[in-house]
Every structure is written in C-alpha cells, then in structure tokens.
C-alpha cells in the first residue's frame, strides 16, 4: 500500500525557516517523481515544487522561487521541503504527491494527508 | 505561466442529476488536463488524468473530455459521495503545473 506521510509543520513567525519531511512507502520511490503541492486554510490547490525521480531536475512555483528548496533522499524514501524567509501568505497545508508516471503529464495519483504550516506574529 | 479558468465556481444538484464542470487553458495544453476530487479535510483525489482516462478504482459515472484549451468533467447520475470540490489541473511541457480554482458541488 502506498503511503505519504508529511511531517514538519508549525507555527512560526515571518522571516522563519521549517524543513517538510514526507516519507514514502509502498513503492519504488526511486522511480517516480514528486511534488509539493499546498492550500490556504479555504482556498484552492496551489502547485508548489516538483523533483524528477533521480533529483535533477526540479521547478518551482514563482510565488516560491528563491525561497524554497525541494530535495530528495533516495536511500531513506523521503522527499523534503526547505522553507526560508517566510511570509504570512505561505501559511497553507503542504501536501507531497507523487507522480503517477512521467514528469507530470499523467497527474499525482497518490497524496500524503497534509502538514499545517502557519506563518503569524 | 498557462492559467487554468473553471467554471462555475460552485454548482447546486440533486442526487441522479448529470453535471458538467469547465476548465479552459489560456494557452493550449494538448491533452495534458487532470481532474481531481477533494473532500473538506481531506487530500484530492485523482478522477482523470490525460482529459479522458479514468483512473483505476474510479466510478465509471465519471467522464472527462476536451483538448486543446476547452475540458469538460461530467459526472452521470450524482450519488451522495459525489458532493465534493473539484480541481482541474494542466500538466503540459514543464511546470508549474497550475490548478484552476475549483467548483463547489453541493447539495440542492
């Protein structure tokens, strides 16, 4: 059975930094792709981050891009996000999602259940 | 950045009726169109991938069609668990791989 499991979420003032952990079981984690994708407490998905299933080749959303960094251990199944300078407007659940094949093109046909991030002073 | 345009943003029905769900690309986007269903509390779940390919364990009342810039979800026959939001999501070329901002099925 494949499973997401986020981990990492917190409360923490603008200007911080937090590391997401997902750890993934249940599949060749090596084979497939990953994303990063977050909502707003009432909003709708926003695409944050994906890493191609060997790590080199990643992208970023804009709203993301220089302040985030996504990354991967292979040998540990377990897929990350860096969070630096954070803004009021990250707050969000961060959910990891995986590949179904490809880079993309055929969607995320597994999600982990989501970690809470609030950004507040 | 391609955006992705749903339409409506909420939609009122009754068990058995037929709905139809909107997504436009403003850029064309081949096939490379996603459907997603997400509960409250829940994570999406993925209906359609690819315009039209349903996914495995998904009901066959769930269709999806379109190409190009203009997509359509239909849902046959609404049952009670079907009264969700739903995404679509673009996933041409490299990303981001945007999402629309959603549709609200509710109860009428």
């Known amino acids: 059975e494949v499973q997401l499991v986020e981990s990492g979420g917190g409360l923490l003032q603008p200007g911080g930094s937090l590391r997401l952990s997902c750890a993934a079981s249940g599949f060749t984690f090596d084979n497939y792709a990953m994303n990063w994708v977050r909502q707003a407490p009432g909003k709708g998905l926003e695409w944050v981050s994906a890493?191609?299933?060997?790590?080199?080749?990643?992208?970023?959303a804009d709203s993301v891009k220089g302040r985030f960094t996504i990354s991967r251990d292979n040998s540990k199944n377990i897929l990350y996000l860096q969070m630096n300078s954070l803004r009021a407007e990250d707050t969000a659940v961060y959910y990891c999602?995986?590949?179904?094949f490809g880079f993309g093109e055929f969607g995320l046909d597994y999600w982990g259940q989501g970690t809470l991030v609030t950004v507040s002073s | 950045d391609i955006q992705m345009t749903q339409s409506p943003s909420s939609l009122s029905a009754s068990v058995g009726d037929r709905v139809t769900i909107t997504c436009r690309a403003s850029?064309?986007?081949?096939?490379?169109l996603n459907w997603y269903q997400q509960k409250p509390g829940k994570a999406p779940k993925l209906l359609i991938y690819?315009?039209?390919s349903l996914q495995s364990g998904v009901p066959s009342r769930f269709s999806g069609s379109g190409s190009g810039t203009d997509f359509t979800l239909t849902i046959n026959s609404l049952q009670p668990e079907d009264f969700a939001t739903y995404y679509c999501q673009q996933s041409s070329s490299t990303p981001p791989y945007s999402f629309g901002q959603g549709t609200k099925l509710e109860i009428k």
């Open positions: 690819s315009a039209s």
């Open positions: 890493i191609s299933a060997t790590g080199r080749s990643i992208y970023y």
């Open positions: 850029q064309s986007i081949a096939s490379y």
């Open positions: 999602a995986k590949d179904q």
